[in-house]
């Protein structure tokens, strides 16, 4: 594992809410990233503070619709 800051993504409500800089051990073979219980917890308490997202930034984010083309 290495030690690295990881941006994590969430889905509430229909809505993508990102948190940045969030402490995390990362595996160096395959990606997966772990944190610890304490950081979980701040996470939480982040997501639930409605004042703490009405002031966050926000970012544009693109969508795009797959179209599965039939050969």
Request: with cysteine; charged share 30%.
């Amino acid at each position: 594992m290495q030690a690295k800051r990881i941006k994590q993504d969430f889905w509430i409500r229909k809505r993508l809410i990102v948190i940045e800089d969030v402490p995390a051990g990362v595996c160096v073979q395959c990606g997966e990233k772990i944190v610890s219980a304490d950081v979980g917890r701040s996470v939480a308490g982040a997501l639930k503070d409605s004042t703490r997202r009405r002031k966050a930034r926000t970012i544009a984010v693109p969508v795009i619709r797959f179209a599965k083309d039939v050969a």
